[in-house]
């Protein structure tokens, strides 16, 4: 069955340092991966997505992630963490057949000053 | 362009009521599907629909159902509501509902059943 693991509930960077999230997904075939953000009391907002084009994506506000087949990960980094980045993150990934949004746990980045 | 809307932002039931969420998508879009995000199950789809038609439907009993307008709008209805029903509810529409496509969620109705 289909499924994302993200590991770390909670990730706590300081101000100005690499921000990692990690992601990996679970498929026989890879499948569509994405990156979400949701800030308090909002709803989802997309921050990258990986469709085969290109392995290393980049998104909004500074995020990249790179597709990995051989350790089945897609991991989201920031080269410099900024306070607004502190938000909760969703790694979800979608079958090519089916249009259902698989989501993983979620992180929640924390940016200390 | 305005983002995908949804109504109420926030509702209060009892145990045993019944509720309906209203969501309108991005112009132009004609798929629009439901996700419960809740503390212990995380983010979880519901259904989908487009063309006025449930193209696919998540692991949920038959007391959550939806429906969609000839406009595209979509209302999503839990009957016999149960504590475990309390989370956020969010709709998300995109063109065509094809994969790949990006999803555009709203802001989602919090739900709270006392």
């Known amino acids: 069955a289909q499924s994302v693991t993200q590991l770390g509930s909670h990730v706590s960077v300081s101000e100005g340092a690499l921000v990692l999230l990690r992601c990996n997904y ?4 890879p499948p569509y991966l994405f990156w979400y953000v949701q ?3 909002q709803g ?4 990258l997505k990986y469709t085969s084009a290109a392995t290393l994506v980049k998104g909004i506000n500074g995020f990249e992630a790179e597709f990995k087949k ?3 990960s897609f991991h989201l980094t920031k080269p410099s963490a ?5 938000a909760e993150y969703f790694c979800a ?4 057949s089916s249009y259902k949004l698989i989501f993983g746990s979620g992180t929640r980045l924390l940016v200390r000053p | 362009k305005a983002g995908v809307t949804q109504t109420p932002r926030y509702l209060i039931k009892t145990r045993g009521q019944q509720v309906t969420l209203s969501c309108s998508p991005i112009s132009g879009h004609r798929s629009v599907s439901w996700y419960q995000q809740t503390p212990g199950q995380g983010l979880q789809f519901l259904f989908e629909y487009f063309s006025e038609t449930q193209r696919n439907k998540g692991n949920f009993p038959g007391r959550f159902s939806g429906r969609q307008f000839s406009n595209s709008r979509s209302e999503m209805n839990v009957s016999t509501l149960e504590l475990g029903d309390s989370a956020l509810y969010l709709c998300a529409s995109s063109l065509t509902g094809g994969s790949q496509e990006t999803q555009y969620f709203g802001p989602g109705t919090r739900l709270l059943v006392l």
Not at chain 1, 26 to 29: A, K
Not at chain 1, 44 to 47: D, S
């Open chain 1, 44 to 47: 989802l907002q997309l921050l």
């Open chain 1, 82 to 86: 900024h306070m607004s980045d502190a």
């Open chain 1, 70 to 72: 051989s350790e089945t």
């Open chain 1, 26 to 29: 679970s498929s026989s075939v």
């Open chain 1, 39 to 41: 800030y308090p009391n």
């Open chain 1, 93 to 96: 990934s979608q079958r090519d």
